[in-house]
């Protein structure tokens, strides 16, 4: 799989805050992140990439210039979110904006505690284009109601741009990259139960870093390789931190046959993740580890979908603002394949077990959907049609290849 997209956002971000040059490998090859390193340069960031070796010339946040048009994140929320809070902090005008499915996403949980911070910032209806006039920030505490990496780590750069001490507290624990990679750039965390705080006006250095590959990629082809008979997939070097693995300890639940391998635990665990042809049998995902596993639910339901019995979600109403409605965009893709189920604002039941057949389906240009319905397809009888399914490209470009390369594919 490819370097993981979360991880690889934060190392050009944090390289361009650093002083001095940030060596980036196994970059990811996501269309997203390659909108983060666009955004850098347009404002002023030196960035070479050689396919997946990236590097950052970073000169300190100081050195960030005024873009001279809107910085455009495409598809990419973390690209938007987290480069907020960074532009929050330098004393320029500048716009963030995206394509058509980043446009109608909310930005109001970012806006709000930057706002409070002393920037000027003002959303269209509460979603992006998003107007930034930064400058000198106080530093808050902040207690997010909806756990969200993106606006965890927004407000801990802004931070680090401010004066004073920062501190951001969620709900239940989600992604904690930025806490462990910020000290690998000599930045001081200090994290007590669901709580980060930092000290504003630390020096970032430039340091030497590998992505591991992408947990949440890694769930499509675990998945595929679960519903499939006579299967096995081995997928090595990916990140295994336990706020992005919670997925996997789901399938156990549902009987999955999938053992994982810690190879090393700094900053980021990693290792390799073995899975097989397995007999599952439904569960329920509730609202406690929904931030754990937000991103790996569609690849679930697809598991759902071909267990025996109920398999149900709830508590991750997030899913509607997602770059899809996600629930309504997967309810509809399963259902067109003939699995029985019922849609809830906050989730989903699935009565599974039932094959799956055949029919044309639609991405809604959500990468994550068109994945799932893929590997779904792969479980149907008949040749399925996915519609738009080149949006694969935003986070794993080579998902179809990779599909394509199994043996007797
Ligand atoms: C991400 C955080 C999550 C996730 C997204 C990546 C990140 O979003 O869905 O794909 O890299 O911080 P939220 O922070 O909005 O929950």
Known sequence: VPGDKSISHRLAIFGALAHGETHISNFSSAEDCASTLACLRALGVRIERRGNEV?????????????????????????????????????????????????????????????????RVTSTDGRPPLTI?????????????????????????????????????????????????????????????????????????????????????????????????????????VLLNPTRTAFLDVL????????????????????????????????????????????????????????????EVRGAAELRVKESDRIAALCEGLRAMGVSLVEREDGFRIHGGSPLHSAAVRSHGDHRIAMALAVAALAARGDTQLHDADCVGVSFPEFFELMGAGRGA
Do not use: Y
């Open 252 to 311: 156990r639940a549902m009987g999955a046959r999938i053992d994982v391998e810690v190879e090393r635990s700094d900053p980021e665990p990693v290792g390799s993740i073995v899975a097989g042809s397995s007999e599952l049998r439904g569960t329920s995902v509730g609202p406690e580890i929904v931030p754990a596993l937000i991103d790996e639910i569609p690849a679930l339901a697809v598991a759902g979908a071909l267990a025996a019995g109920e398999f």
């Open 133 to 237: 006039e930064g400058g000198t920030l106080r530093a808050i505490d902040h207690r997010m109601e909806v756990a969200s990496a993106q606006v965890k780590s927004a407000v801990l750069l802004a931070g680090l741009l401010a004066n004073g001490r920062t501190s951001v507290s969620e709900p239940s624990p989600s992604r904690d990259h930025t806490e462990r990679l910020l000290p690998a750039f000599g930045v001081a965390v200090t994290r007590r139960d669901c709580t980060a705080s930092l000290e504003g006006g630390q020096r970032l250095r430039a340091a030497s870093l590998e992505a591991p590959g992408d947990a949440s990629s890694a769930a499509f082809l675990v998945v595929a390789a679960l519903i499939l008979g006579d299967s096995e997939v081995r997928l090595e070097n």
């Open 55 to 119: 590097r950052v010339g970073g000169r300190g946040p100081e050195a960030l210039g005024a873009p001279e048009a809107p910085l455009d994140a495409g598809n990419s929320g973390s690209t938007l979110r987290m480069l907020a809070g960074v532009l929050a902090g330098r004393p320029f005008r500048s716009v963030l904006t995206g394509d058509a499915s980043l446009r109608r996403r909310p930005v109001e949980r970012v806006a709000k505690p930057l706002r409070s911070m002393g920037a």
